[in-house]
C-alpha cells in the first residue's frame, strides 16, 4: 500500500514511519481474523485494515470526520494484529500516529471527560481515596526481608496498582526477598506514561517518559540490575520507549538502555531457582494479557513457570482475544469491553478453575467485575 502524505499536521518523524507502516501493509486481510472489534462488530472499518485505510486517507488528503474517529476510539490497542500480520506491520506505532492527528474532530464535551478521567487515574493524590473505595485485595502476608542481598532491583509499582490491589507489589517483594534480592520500589507517581499516550496527550507522555528515562538511568547507573514491571501494560510501554524518538534525538539511546534493562517479573523470574517456593493454589486458569502475548511476546512464559510447582496447562478457548480492559477503553468503550469480558470469563471458566490469575492490573480488576471466582496476580500464589 503506497502513501503520499500530504498531511502539515504531523511531524517528518511521524510522517515516515506512518508511510514505511502503511507500505508494508499488502492488504491480505489475515488480521481481519483475529482483531477482536471485528469479530464482534462485522465491519472493516473497524478492522485493522479497515483503520490503516482511514490513517492513510487522514495523512494523505487530511479526510477524516467524527465517525473515523471512533473507529480509531474503537480499537482496543490489543496488538492481536500484529501478531497475526505476515508482513510485519506495526500497527500500534501506525494507531497511535493515527489518533493523534483525528483527535482535534473530537467534540469539547468529550475531551473534557476524556481529560477528566486521565488526570483523575494519574493523580495519586486525587486517586488514592477512589482507589481505596474500589479496593481489590489487601496485604495479606508479613513483609520479608533478603538474608543477604545478592544484586537490586527497581519495581515498577505503576500508578493505580497500590491503591487498587497493594498485594501485588507486596508479594512481589517478599518473594524477590526470599530470593535474596533487594528491591528499591518506584514512586506512585512515576507513571509509565501508557495511559497518556493512548489517549493522544503525547506531549504530556512525552514529559513522563524522559523524566523516567533520566531517572532510572540514573539509579541503573548506580547498579540497579534490572527495571522489575508487575503489570505487563506498564512493561510493554517503557519496552516500547526507544520507539518514541527519532534515532538522532539523545533521549533515542537512553531510551533503548532503559528499555534493554526491563523486565516483567514473569521474565525476571523465569531465570532464577524457584526450588524454595511454593504455589497456594494449583486448579487455577491464566489469563494472559494481550500486551504478555503481542506487545511483549511473552506468550507461555508464565504458564511454564507454573507448570514447575505441578500447575497444569488449560486450553482457553480464543486466549489471543483482549478481555476487553485495554487500559481506559473499559470507561469509555462499555459495551464492546463488557461483551468482549463475558466472553472472556465464559472461556476462562470452561476449565472449572478455583481462581483465575493474570499478570496485568487493568485485565484483573476488569475481569473481577464479570466474574464469581477471584481473579488475583499469578505472583500472588508463590507468596506462602
Ligand atoms: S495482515 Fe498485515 S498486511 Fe495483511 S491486511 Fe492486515 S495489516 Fe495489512
Ligand atoms: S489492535 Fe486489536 S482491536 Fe485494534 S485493530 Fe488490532 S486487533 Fe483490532
Known amino acids: 500500500m503506497h502513501a503520499e502524505i500530504k498531511n502539515n499536521n504531523v511531524?517528518?518523524?511521524?510522517?515516515?514511519?506512518?508511510?514505511?507502516?502503511?507500505?508494508?501493509?499488502?492488504?491480505?486481510?489475515?488480521?481481519?481474523?483475529?482483531?477482536?472489534?471485528?469479530?464482534?462488530?462485522?465491519?472493516?472499518?473497524?478492522?485493522?485494515?479497515?483503520?490503516?485505510?482511514?490513517?492513510?486517507?487522514?495523512?494523505?488528503?487530511?479526510?477524516?470526520?467524527?465517525k473515523s474517529l471512533r473507529h480509531m476510539d474503537r480499537c482496543l490497542t490489543c496488538r492481536s494484529c500484529e501478531t497475526t500480520c505476515p508482513s510485519g506491520v506495526e500497527y500500534g506505532q501506525l494507531l497511535e500516529i493515527g489518533r493523534d492527528i483525528m483527535e482535534p474532530k473530537r467534540g469539547k464535551l468529550q475531551s473534557l471527560y476524556r481529560y477528566i478521567v486521565r488526570k483523575t487515574l494519574l493523580s495519586p493524590t486525587v486517586f488514592r481515596p477512589i482507589g481505596y473505595f474500589y479496593r481489590h485485595s489487601k496485604i495479606t502476608s508479613k513483609s520479608a526481608k533478603p538474608e543477604k542481598a545478592n544484586s537490586t532491583v527497581l519495581l515498577m509499582s505503576g500508578c493505580v496498582q497500590p491503591s487498587l490491589a497493594p498485594n501485588i507489589n507486596h508479594t512481589i517483594k517478599n518473594v524477590l526477598s526470599k530470593l535474596n534480592i533487594e528491591v528499591l520500589e518506584s514512586s506512585q507517581s512515576q507513571c509509565c506514561g501508557a495511559l497518556d499516550q493512548h489517549l493522544s496527550a503525547t506531549d504530556d507522555a512525552l514529559k513522563k517518559v524522559r523524566r523516567n528515562?533520566?531517572?532510572?538511568?540514573?539509579q541503573l547507573e548506580s547498579g540497579v540490575e534490572s527495571i522489575i514491571s508487575s503489570a505487563s501494560g506498564c512493561g510493554v510501554m517503557i519496552k516500547d520507549y526507544p520507539k518514541l524518538f527519532k534515532s538522532s534525538d539523545p533521549y533515542f539511546q537512553k531510551a533503548l538502555f532503559v528499555s534493554s534493562k526491563t523486565k516483567d517479573i514473569a521474565e525476571f523470574l523465569s531465570t532464577m531457582d524457584l526450588s524454595?517456593?511454593?504455589?497456594?493454589?494449583?486448579?487455577?486458569?491464566?489469563?494472559?494479557?494481550?500486551t504478555m502475548q503481542h506487545g511483549q511476546e511473552l506468550g507461555g512464559l508464565v504458564e511454564s513457570i507454573l507448570s514447575q510447582f505441578g500447575y497444569i496447562k488449560k486450553t482457553v478457548k480464543d486466549s489471543h482475544i483482549c478481555c476487553g480492559s485495554a487500559g481506559a477503553y473499559s470507561i469509555f468503550e462499555t459495551k464492546i469491553s463488557n461483551q468482549l469480558r463475558d466472553n472472556k470469563i465464559e472461556n476462562l471458566n470452561a476449565s472449572k478453575p478455583n481462581m483465575i490469575v493474570t499478570s496485568n492490573i487493568g485485565c484483573l480488576m476488569h475481569l473481577q467485575k464479570g466474574s464469581s471466582i477471584p481473579v488475583k496476580h499469578w505472583v500472588e500464589l508463590l507468596d506462602v
Open 11 to 66: 511531524s517528518d518523524a511521524s510522517r515516515d514511519k506512518a508511510n514505511q507502516i502503511i507500505e508494508s501493509c499488502v492488504h491480505c486481510g489475515f488480521c481481519l481474523a483475529t482483531c477482536p472489534t471485528y469479530q464482534l462488530l462485522g465491519d472493516e472499518l473497524d478492522s485493522p485494515r479497515g483503520r490503516i485505510y482511514l490513517i492513510k486517507s487522514a495523512l494523505e488528503q487530511n479526510q477524516f470526520s467524527l
Open 213 to 218: 528515562i533520566d531517572h532510572w538511568t540514573q
Open 276 to 290: 524454595g517456593l511454593n504455589l497456594s493454589e494449583l486448579n487455577v486458569t491464566y489469563h494472559e494479557p494481550c
